[in-house]
């Protein structure tokens, strides 16, 4: 038979367990003196979408091809794309679309993730930067794509296992490419008339 007030009794004692233990626990200390203290970034910990560059130049190593499927599946539709007319060559050297406009609206922004799990191109992944405030009511947290853009060392850094993963799959594409272009010039080498 339940015992009335029990789990307020074991809540109690969880609580008594924690205060007390924190003066000789360090690992029950479930809070630091922020911003002076810091708990380390999680590789898992997400906050805002960021756009992915590879290479030096930012805005010629984007990969988003602007699909807008990202725009179309965000929730609150805080993604704002417009397309660009001229194209540019992707790391395979295929020519593709690019995002003449591409905002993010971060003060809309759940940080949901979606963007990143529907982008076919591993052109938007999560950043773990939260301290985005600022004095600007106007426009502050409206990111353009030259803000969004971080460089594939910076993701690396913040999320190394999943980086890695994408990394690997992007030279194996890279190889097959390769290869398919080198058989195809090997081919038409060998229609040619001897002259
Ligand atoms: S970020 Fe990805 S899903 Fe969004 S427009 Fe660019 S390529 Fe498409
Ligand atoms: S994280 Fe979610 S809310 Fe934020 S831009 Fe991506 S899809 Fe939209």
Do not use: I, K
């Given at each position: 038979m339940p015992v009335f007030g029990a789990g307020i009794m074991k809540g109690m004692r969880e609580t008594a367990r924690n205060f007390f233990g924190s003066y000789t626990d360090v690992?029950?200390?479930?809070?630091?003196?922020?911003p002076e203290e810091r708990l380390p970034v999680q590789e898992n910990a997400r906050q805002f979408p960021f756009l992915v560059y590879d290479g030096d130049d930012p805005m010629a190593g984007?990969?988003?091809?602007?699909?807008q499927i990202c725009e179309k599946e965000c929730p609150p539709q805080c993604i704002i794309i417009e397309k660009d007319t001229v194209k540019k060559p992707d790391f395979v050297g295929k020519p593709q679309m690019q995002a003449k406009v591409f905002d993010i609206d971060m003060s809309v922004?759940?940080?949901?993730q979606i963007c990143v799990e529907v982008c076919?191109?591993?052109?938007i992944k999560m950043d773990t930067?939260?301290?985005?405030?600022?004095?600007?009511?106007?426009?502050?947290?409206?990111?353009?794509k030259h803000r969004l853009a971080k460089s594939n060392d910076y993701y690396r850094d913040i999320h190394p296992t999943e980086a890695a993963a994408i990394d690997r799959k992007r030279e194996e594409t890279l190889k097959k490419a390769e290869e398919k272009a080198k058989a195809a010039a090997e081919a038409a080498a060998k229609k040619e008339p001897v002259a």
């Open positions: 690992e029950r200390l479930t809070t630091v003196q922020y984007l990969r988003c091809v602007a699909c922004c759940m940080s949901c076919p191109f591993e052109a930067e939260f301290e985005l405030s600022n004095t600007d009511r106007f426009g502050g947290l409206l990111f353009d």
